[in-house]
C-alpha cells in the first residue's frame, strides 16, 4: 500500500480533509493533477486572468448540444479556492430539508444543519472567517465568527445605510481572508482590488492551499503528488474495494479512495472507470453518478452613478437576504436568492472582460460603478448530467431551473439600487462556462436504489470509496458551497478517524 487514504484532488474537500487527518498517524496521500499556481505578477493582472485565462484549464468540453466550450476552472494545488471570492456563507437550515420553488421542490439531505454545525465551526476558524453574527435574518443558529466583519468602504457603507433606512437587512457578508484590522501593518491581507476571482499574491486569501494542503504538509505522514492526473480506478474481484488508482504518474493502491476532483470530474473518473465487470461505471448501480447536475443561476452586476466616482478598492463586504426565503410578492410565494457585493470591477477587469469596448467608456463605467453578484438556487433534474463522448471528452448537459426567480431577483435588485439612487443597472448572466459552483452528480443518502452515496459520503457500492467534493449535495441552496464543501469534509474526516480505530477498513 502506498497510503491508508490516498485522495484524488486538494481543493476545498480534499484539502481541507488532508488536514482534518494529519495529525491522525496514518499515512495520506494527495495526488493532484495540477501544480502550484505560479507566484507570479500576473496573479494580480487582470489581462492575464480574465481575457489570456492563463490559470484555467486549456481543455474543452461539449454541451448537451455537442458544442464545445472552454470551463472556467483550473488544475492547482487547493483547486479553484485559488480563485473564489472567499464569501464562507452556511446554508440556511430550512436549506437541508424540502423547499419548494416555482420550478419545484428540492431533495431533502439525510443530515440536517445540527450535523454539520460543529464542522462549520472549525471550517470558518481553518478558514480565517470574518462575519457578525446576527447581521442577517435568515441566518441558522451559530457562536461568534473568528473574526469580526471588514468594514465597509464609503460607497458600500452608503447603499448599506439606504437599505437600512428602506427597511431590509444588509449583512457584512462573511469572508474568508487572513485580514488583521487591528493591526494593518502586520496583516497578510492588504484589501487589495484583486482578491475576487483573482489568485492571492499574497497567499492571503483562506483557500485551500493556505489551509488545507500546507498545514498538512507539516505532518511527515502527508504526502503530495502533483502532476499526478488519475486516469481510472481499478476495483477488486468482488466489486467491493477499490484497489488501485491509475494515473500519468504510475499506479497508487490505499486502504481507503477519497475522490475530491469536483463535481463534474469526480462523476467523469467513476464513469471513465467503466470495464466488463460494472460497464456503466463505478459506484453507478443506482444510474445516479453524473445525473443532477446543478450550478447556481448567477449574474454580475453593475449599478452606475454618474454623479459619483467609486473609490472602492476592496468592495465585497455587502450581502442581503432579504429575497432568500421568499419573494415578499404574495402572487409569487417562493424563493429568490442571495445578493452580495462583487470585487471591484475595475477599469482594467472591464477592459478584459469586454476588450471590444473603447477604453475610455469602460474606464469611466468602471469607475462610477457599485458591482453585485445575484445568486438563485438550481433545482436537480436528473437530465442534468455528466456524461462521456467516445472520444473521452466531457459533455455537461445542463439547462437551469428557476429561471423566473432569477428573473424576478434581478429586477427586484435593479428597482431597488434605482431607489437608493443609482441611474443605470446592467446584468450578465454566467453562461454553462462558469462551473464554479458546480455541485451533485454523485448525491448522498440513505436509500442506495437511487443515491449514490451514503450519508457519510462513502459510495453504498464500495466499502472504501469517498467523495468529499461537492459532488455530495442533493440541493445547492442559493448561497457559495464552498463552507458547506469545507465542513463536511470535517466530518467526513472524523468518521474515516473512527472506521481506522475501530479497525473497519
Not at 497567499?203 to 494542503?213: I, L, Q, T, W
Request: aromatic residues 8%.
Amino acid at each position: 500500500m502506498d497510503a491508508d487514504i490516498l485522495i484524488i484532488g486538494s481543493g476545498a474537500g480534499g484539502g481541507t480533509l488532508a488536514r482534518a487527518l494529519a495529525d491522525s498517524g496514518l499515512r495520506i496521500l494527495i495526488l493532484e493533477r495540477g501544480d502550484y499556481l505560479p507566484r507570479e505578477w500576473g496573479n494580480w493582472d487582470p489581462d492575464t486572468v480574465f481575457r489570456e485565462h492563463r490559470y484555467h484549464t486549456d481543455e474543452q468540453w461539449r454541451d448537451g448540444e455537442g458544442r464545445l466550450f472552454s470551463p472556467i476552472t483550473g488544475y492547482h494545488v487547493g483547486g479553484n479556492t485559488k480563485f473564489y471570492g472567499a464569501a464562507v456563507l452556511r446554508r440556511r437550515e430550512k436549506d437541508f430539508r424540502v423547499r419548494q420553488h416555482r420550478d419545484g421542490p428540492t431533495r431533502p439531505w439525510p443530515i440536517a444543519y445540527d450535523d454539520l454545525a460543529p464542522y462549520y465551526d472549525q471550517a470558518e476558524s481553518w478558514y480565517f472567517t470574518h462575519g457578525l453574527v446576527g447581521a442577517d435574518p435568515t441566518e441558522p443558529p451559530r457562536g461568534p465568527y473568528p473574526f469580526p466583519p471588514i468594514p465597509h468602504e464609503a460607497a458600500v457603507a452608503e447603499v448599506d445605510e439606504a437599505l437600512r433606512t428602506l427597511g431590509f437587512h444588509p449583512f457584512p457578508l462573511p469572508l474568508a481572508v487572513h485580514r488583521l484590522e487591528h493591526d494593518p501593518a502586520q496583516s497578510p491581507c492588504v484589501r487589495c482590488p484583486t482578491c475576487d476571482g483573482f489568485p492571492c499574491l499574497l497567499h492571503a486569501k483562506g483557500d485551500a492551499e493556505v489551509c488545507g494542503v500546507r498545514p498538512a504538509l507539516e505532518q511527515e505522514n502527508v504526502r503530495l503528488e502533483t502532476g499526478a492526473q488519475v486516469r481510472k480506478l481499478l476495483c477488486s474481484a468482488d466489486g467491493r474495494r477499490i484497489e488501485a488508482v491509475e494515473t500519468d504518474k504510475g499506479t497508487f493502491r490505499a486502504r481507503v479512495v477519497v475522490l475530491a476532483a469536483g463535481a463534474v470530474n469526480s462523476a467523469a473518473l467513476l464513469l471513465a472507470s467503466a470495464s466488463e465487470q460494472f460497464p456503466t461505471g463505478l459506484a453507478n448501480r443506482s444510474d445516479q453518478v453524473g445525473r443532477n447536475y446543478m450550478c447556481h443561476l448567477n449574474s454580475a452586476c453593475m449599478a452606475i452613478r454618474p454623479s459619483r466616482e467609486n473609490r472602492s478598492v476592496f468592495q465585497k463586504t455587502l450581502a442581503l437576504n432579504d429575497f432568500y426565503e421568499d419573494s415578499g410578492d404574495p402572487d409569487y410565494p417562493f424563493p429568490l436568492g442571495h445578493i452580495q457585493s462583487l470585487g471591484k470591477v475595475t477599469p482594467g477587469v472591464l477592459h478584459a472582460e469586454r476588450p471590444g469596448l473603447p477604453i475610455p467608456a469602460t474606464a469611466w463605467a468602471a469607475s462610477h460603478s457599485v458591482d453585485w453578484w445575484l445568486t438563485t438556487e438550481d433545482l436537480p433534474d436528473p437530465d442534468n448530467r455528466v456524461t462521456l463522448d467516445a472520444d473521452g471528452t466531457i459533455r455537461l448537459h445542463w439547462q437551469p431551473k428557476n429561471r423566473e426567480s432569477h428573473r424576478r431577483l434581478c429586477d427586484k435588485w435593479r428597482q431597488l439600487l434605482y431607489r437608493v439612487g443609482f441611474l443605470a443597472v446592467f446584468f450578465q448572466p454566467m453562461d454553462i462556462s462558469a462551473t464554479a459552483h458546480q455541485v451533485g452528480t454523485c448525491r448522498f443518502g440513505e436509500d442506495s436504489a437511487n443515491n449514490v452515496l451514503d450519508p457519510y459520503c462513502k459510495a453504498h457500492d464500495h466499502d472504501n470509496l469517498y467523495l468529499v467534493d461537492a459532488s455530495f449535495m442533493p440541493s445547492i441552496s442559493a448561497v457559495n458551497p464552498a463552507l458547506t464543501v469545507m465542513a463536511n469534509a470535517l466530518r467526513v474526516g472524523a468518521h474515516l478517524r473512527q472506521r481506522f480505530q475501530d479497525g473497519q477498513v
